[in-house]
Each structure stands twice: as C-alpha cells, then as structure tokens.
C-alpha cells in the first residue's frame, strides 16, 4: 500500500486540495509546464511532416475544444457569469461547509491511498509525474485500495517509461491484476508510454488537450495530472463520486446524466478558487457517508439540507 509517509507529494497534494494553485512535485514554477507545450508542438509537427497519420491526430487533437483552459478563464470569471444570470444551488456554501466539516478527519481511503500518494517522491520529478499518470490511468473503475497495490507493485518492478516499454504484455498484466479492465490499460499504458518516450522525452505534457489524447486519459484524469503533477488547477476532476453528489445536492442546473456533464454544469458557478478543493472533498464523503447505495443521510450534516435525503 502507499503511505502518506512516503510520499513527498502529500503536502503538496493537501496544498492543492486547499489552494486554487499550487506546484507539484519537481515541477518548476508553473512557468516551466507552460512553456512545455510550444516546444512540443514544435517537434509534434517536425513529426507530423514524417508521418501523416500523426499530423491527422494532431489536428484532432488541435480542434479539440477544451472549455476549461480558455484564455482569460482566470479566478471568478465563470461564477460571475453564472451570477449574472442569477442562478447558485440554493444553500451550496452550507452545504459545502457542513462536508468540510464531516470530512475534516480525512481518513478516508482517498486521503492515505489516492493518486498524490502513490509515486515515488524520491524518483526524478518526470518519472515521478509518469507515476501520477499511470496511477490515473489504473484507478478508473477500481478502489484506491487496488489501485495502491498495483501502483506498490510496479514500482518494486521499475516504473519508469522505459521500464513498462521492455516489460511485456503479460508480465505487465500480471502486475496491474486486478485492477479494472486490466487487459486494456495493459494495451493503453504500452501504448501511452511509447507517445510520451517519442514525443515528449519520457516526460508527460503539460495541458489538459494533449493528456487526454493520450491512449486511455480521460478528462477526470487529465485534471487531475495538471494539479498533482504539475500543480495546476486546470479544471473540476469529476469521478462518479463526485458526478453522484453534485446530483443529489442539486449543485448542477438539471440533472446530468455523465460525468464530463457534471464538470461543465459546476464550472458554470462554482467559484474557480474552489476547484482544486472539490474532488478530494466530495469523493472521500462518498467513500464514507453519501454511498452509492443507502447513503448514511442519519449522519450527515447536511440531512436537512439535502434534496435526495432519505430517511434512516
Ligand atoms: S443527506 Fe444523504 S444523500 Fe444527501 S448529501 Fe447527505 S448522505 Fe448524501
């Protein structure tokens, strides 16, 4: 299992939780990781003129559109919006506030075992940032518990680009087991792990549009690569957990019915300085009280608050 104790991220990962910006770990300050892209971009397209299917992803990849990175996005801007048309969740700040105060113990699994405390603090800040993405591309639909195991395993095996790419299919598979949906991270980590050896220089780029190119990224986990391995808050990382509260809580304007649906309807009007704060929050108050089934509503602050409240 991971331990908070060994990793040099976690005070950097609480810091993230708190603060709408903060730097991750070896990151240079936030410059560096902006600064990144133009350079990629320059050798992407020397590549794309060698290699006309990689110039038709990047143009792909270019005409994505991501809403969250937006110039002049800064601080405020997206909940100003919101309040000019004058709508907020009813009781949001309570709401907030009361899960703060259930989570203040944070001893949930996601405290101890999350992404920001499964690498090697003591590895080089580019290894240690391919450790955060690869711990991502391992958590989607399994427990923190799981993905720490595997995470525990890979690393006593070498975790580092070049390790996972001279490691072979099966011998990796039997690494990650049982992680969800084993099979296709093997075939997507492989595949992840030659893009950023070829184009990136081992390392993993520095913005949500190029991460979520990448083989097996999803936006949840681009967001959260920004702000655990880059110290970026680059938008709101929506799991099911989150996706599941915001609903019950009525924190989106009419129900969603995914994920990405849910981070585009709480960065309507959640205040930006919130954003890094609310995916620890939310998914460790649905690891411990607003369960998937039979959420413990008895014991929770926010009973009276709470649209989808049930009864004990
Ligand atoms: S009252 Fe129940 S459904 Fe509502 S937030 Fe609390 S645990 Fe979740």
Redesign the pocket.
Known sequence: MCSPRDSGLSMAAVRMMTRSRSWGPGAAPRRGGEEAAPLQRREAAAEGKKNPSLAKRQRKTQKLKVAYEAPGHEKGESHKALEALGWEPQDWRQ?LEN?RTMRSGKDAPVDWLGVEHCHDPSAPPKVQRYQVLLSLMLSSQTKDQVTAGAMQRLRAHGLTVDSILQTDDATLGSLIYPVGFWRSKVKYIKQTSAILQQRYGGDIPASVAELVALPGVGPKMAHLAMAVAWGTVSGIAVDTHVHR?AN??RWTRTTTTSPEKTRAALEEWLPRELWGEINGLLVG?GQQ???PVR???G?????S??????SP
């Open positions: 709401q899960i509260i019950r809580l108050f009280t607003c369960l959420p413990r509503c014991a929770c602050l926010n009973r608050l709470c649209p989808a409240a049930q």
